[in-house]
């Protein structure tokens, strides 16, 4: 499947292994020596920026697992002393309890920066991978730790068409070569952004918040993994057309638009990143240092034609076409039924964040991933509908077999006193807690 820059592994969460933990093996499968030149790496990364940035250094605890059995090696010892020296690392293997993705997690009395096992091959995506998590883990001290909104619209066909747009402005004007072209296609990206805006009334809010808890992190990857303004620009022009070809913009898009907005945000605010803490968008951050006119809605069809000869409008109505057809599907699995339902309480996931599927106000569908609760775990490789709403998750209950705990596409796992009965439809099952785990 094609992703940024060509590796998945980038992204915040992924899609694991589903065959579930394996025994304790007795050495680490991430080959310690590899690991030790990737913390040396990390190394030189946050030593080059000193904490500049952020005012805080991005040095600090980190763990590699490979999902395959869910072994690990650190740069550190934890705090619970589960992980145990061998020469300049340590080495372990991360409980089932805890998620396995490329993100930030506090385990064993420690707070690490995690990365699944392997990094990319490719120096550049492994140095922004490493900064991008290394200031996942320090976003709680920067008090910039936000809830991500639903940003659902970006897989309706409006939403599509002008965030691409968005996209290709951006892309121009990262390659402009005088600040009067630069600022034009800024104010047109920020046209297309402000369309979108008035079209979907939540939108402002839920991009919001992913852009500044992913896009910021990204941004952070390419500004402090690579050493030159010259690698900064190329990265972040590839970003904005990597992630053309994905299934899905609703977490994706992030990635894309973080690195451009904040790379220009350098060079027209140099103190803007001091002003995330006000609540304000990117867009508006960069908007306001450009001193730019709001935006001239009259225009749009013009500025919208300098960058679609009707090609992008023409593929993505064929996709809206196909995805009417796919949504139909899935809601007759996964609502219609007859369904599976778990209760959300505690939850964590694991799963990959460019193949999220909205199905309207019912929900999201994960066409894979790993989902644990108090009542246990949930691995899916065939679809599941989570509904945050409602605080419930669905899967197909046709043909299942309640006491193997297995269906089409996924396998249930479920903890001490809790089991499965039947639902009040024919054919509905759900997950519930039993008064006494003795009987």
Sequence with gaps: MP??????????ALSVSLAGPAATPAIAAVNPDDAARVFDE?????????????????CGPMLLVDPADRSAVANQADAGGVLKASGPVFIGVLPPSEIMANTSIQWSGTRWSEILWPLPENTEKRHVMIAHE??????????????????????????????????????KA???????????????????????YRIFPNAAEGEGALESNEGVAEYTGVRLGLPTPKARISYAIGDLSAFVEAPSFVRSFAYATGPAYGLMLDQADPDWRRKLASGQRLDQLLSAALKLPSPAFATLKAREAIYDDGTLRTHEVKREQAKIAHMAALKAKLIDGPVLTLPLKHSNYQFNP?????LGDLGIVYPTMRLTDEWGALDVDGDALVNQEKKVANVSAAGIDPSKLKGAGWSLTLNKGWIVVPGTRKGDVIVQKVEDPGH
Excluded at 174 to 195: C, H, M, Q, W
């Design 354 to 358: 460019q193949t999220l599927q909205p």
């Design 3 to 12: 992703t940024a820059r060509g590796s998945i592994s980038r992204m915040l």
């Design 174 to 196: 990262l390659n402009a070569t005088t600040s009067a072209d630069r600022k034009v296609a800024i104010g047109d990206a920020l046209l297309f952004r402000s369309e979108r």
């Design 134 to 171: 290394s200031f996942h883990r320090i976003q709680p001290d920067l008090k910039m730790v936000l809830h991500e909104g639903d940003n659902r619209h970006l897989d309706t066909l409006e939403g599509r068409y002008l965030l691409q747009l968005e996209w290709r402005a951006l892309a």
């Design 42 to 58: 990390a190394k030189v990364i946050c030593n080059r920026d000193a904490g500049a940035l952020w005012g805080h250094t991005l």
